[in-house]
């Protein structure tokens, strides 16, 4: 086990696989977008040499707060309140990166916490935004959106069968009173359709839209990768895990350079670019062990890249 999970008690998905994967240099350059509780930084950054670099991103404040107060005393370590999706803003990113670190999804802290409002299994506020001083909350665009709006965003980020029926539901519910709660949104979603699938709560999948909705997630996931490509230097790697379809289709996608072009009226399409980035082997699962020791792992996929030398 390593020093990481000692000090926190929290076990960072496929730590070994992602380490292996960077291919870290003592004195390369590295980005951890998505901060969350640090395991991953923490390995890259113990494996660095003094001429080394670990730059630390993350849309939630907590995150950063976190991050500032560990490594205040570390020069090499800088820390950036942000979304990965603008790492190529940052100049140090965009002077160029050795490898990037991704973890998509909610983090253990933020699912862990009530008061962020991610998770039906407590109660509490319906905001669900990962970085809680800007936008909307779920509560707030459910209090505005159209039914068939809602209906689209269940469907297309949460695969929700029954999207039209819970959409409805909640219309109806907001014309007496706006839901506010977790518990309130979860309870409607169960009144709405039921309990269908066993070992499966009702609203999972509907908490999962409005979550990846809220905060752009795959929009992000989009800019981040091709921001990512931008700041790797020829040879760097990208790592990148995924925690349902949606986002690693995304991913699988990009690293094959299979990005959608709008066809054009009685042209033919344009030349396609060699894709930046080269797969490194297939794509990675979490083994039964790490799975029984950490569940968050058991949906996780790990995609390595690598960029191309003519892509600089």
Same mark, same amino acid.
């Given at each position: ?6 000090? =926190? ?19 390369? *350059? ?17 494996? =660095?040499? !003094?001429?080394? @670099? =670990? ?5 939630? $404040? ?20 942000? #979304? ?6 940052? !100049?140090?990113? =965009? ?36 970085? $809680? *001083? ?30 039209? @029926?819970? /959409? ?7 014309? &007496? ?18 309990? %269908? ?6 609203? *999972? @999948?509907?908490?999962?839209?409005? %979550?990846?909705?809220? #905060? ?13 490509? %931008?700041?790797?230097? !020829? ?32 042209? !033919?399409? $344009? ?11 297939? /794509? ?5 062990? &790490? ?6 792992? %058991? ?14």
């Amino acid at each position: 086990m390593t020093h990481a999970l000692q000090v =926190l008690g929290h076990e960072p998905v496929m730590l070994t696989q992602v380490v292996a994967g960077l291919c870290i240099k003592t004195d390369g *350059t590295y980005l951890d977008g998505t901060f969350g509780r640090g395991g991953h930084a923490r390995a890259v950054l113990a494996r =660095l040499g !003094p001429q080394g @670099r =670990l730059l630390v991103m993350d849309r939630d $404040p907590e995150a950063i707060a976190s991050a500032q107060r560990e490594f205040a005393g570390d020069a090499r370590v800088a820390v950036r309140h942000g #979304n990965f999706a603008d790492m190529a803003d940052w !100049p140090s990113a =965009l002077a160029g990166l050795d490898g990037v670190m991704l973890d998509l999804g909610v983090s253990s802290p933020q699912l862990d916490d009530a008061g962020r409002g991610f998770s039906f299994q407590g109660d509490g506020p319906l905001d669900m935004r990962m970085d $809680p *001083t800007r936008g909307l909350s779920v509560a707030q665009w459910l209090a505005q959106a159209g039914e068939v709006e809602i209906s689209d965003v269940l469907w297309r980020h949460g695969e929700e069968r029954m999207s039209r @029926r819970i /959409a409805k539901a909640i219309v109806e519910q907001r014309r &007496e009173r706006p839901l506010v709660t977790t518990r309130e949104l979860a309870d409607l979603v169960i009144r709405a359709i039921g309990r %269908r699938e066993p070992h499966k709560h009702p609203a *999972t @999948r509907t908490f999962q839209a409005l %979550r990846i909705h809220i #905060n752009d997630e795959l929009g992000s996931l989009q800019a981040g990768l091709a921001a990512a490509a %931008r700041c790797l230097r !020829p040879g760097g790697r990208l790592a990148v895990i995924s925690f349902h379809s949606l986002e690693d289709r995304i991913v699988k996608n990009f690293i094959r350079g299979e990005v959608a072009r709008a066809p054009r009226r009685g042209l !033919p399409l $344009p030349p396609v670019a060699p894709a930046p980035l080269l797969a490194v082997g297939h /794509a990675i699962q979490a083994d039964a062990a &790490e799975v029984a020791r950490n569940p968050r792992a %058991r949906s996780a996929v790990l995609r390595i890249a690598c960029k191309r030398a003519e892509a600089a």
